[in-house]
């Protein structure tokens, strides 16, 4: 089951990292030396999206999804630790809230990032981001209760991972907009053999 978590992490990370390449090279896109960011450090970022009722690697087609009545809107703060050329690590603290039809709970996450700042097209600048951490969640509701009930008991504490893909402009590079996928799991087994929620979700970053 562990196995089965990290091929699908490494399944997440392959896919944003064989996606991002593969447009560089249909533009005529040339690495540039060094994209200088380091003065933003922090940043805070807002998110609402639906839940579909796949699994983890099904939000990677959203198109096919058969969504959930449930949704998220959420919010966070994130800080570099490490940055080195165009490459950044850090972490990151969220909170959410989840409301559904025979429901609603509060989510709370903690992550460490990495982001990688160096592909740019002309003014625009496009970021592979990916988060792993903790989540924790006040109660369950919609599909995500079925498959808790299907476990056997509620599990507050679950595994979160959020890989994403952010847009900005090189000349305001403190705000963006980027898609995320907000997931929650046992990470096959880790904590728990299920795979518990899965939102698409679309936000604003604002960095300084």
């Known amino acids: 089951m562990l196995r089965r978590f990290f091929l699908s992490v490494a399944v997440a990370v392959a896919m944003i990292q064989m996606a991002v390449p593969a447009l560089a090279q249909d533009s005529g896109y040339r690495y540039p030396e060094k994209t200088v960011l380091s003065a933003y450090d922090e940043a805070v970022f807002f998110f609402g999206g639906r839940f579909h009722t796949g699994w983890f690697v099904d939000s990677f087609h959203p198109w096919n999804a058969s969504w959930d009545d449930t949704y998220v809107l959420g919010a966070g703060y994130q800080r570099t630790w490490l940055d080195w050329k165009d490459l950044r690590i850090g972490g990151e603290v969220g909170v959410g809230g989840r409301f559904a039809p025979n429901g609603a709970s509060a989510e709370f996450w903690a992550a460490v990032f990495a982001r990688y700042d160096g592909y740019v097209f002309g ?5 592979p981001m990916f988060s792993i951490g903790m989540s924790y969640a006040t109660g369950t509701q919609g599909f995500e209760q079925q498959r808790m009930t299907q476990w056997g008991h509620y599990q507050p504490f679950l595994i979160y991972l959020g890989p994403e893909i952010a847009l900005s402009l090189v000349d305001q590079p403190q705000w963006e907009v980027f898609t995320r996928f907000h997931h929650r799991s046992g990470g096959y087994g880790l904590l728990a ?12 970053r604002y960095k300084f």
Request: hydrophobic letters at 45%.
């Open 123 to 127: 003014n625009v600048r496009l970021t």
């Open 193 to 204: 053999d299920m795979d518990a929620s899965n939102a698409v979700t679309a936000g604003v």
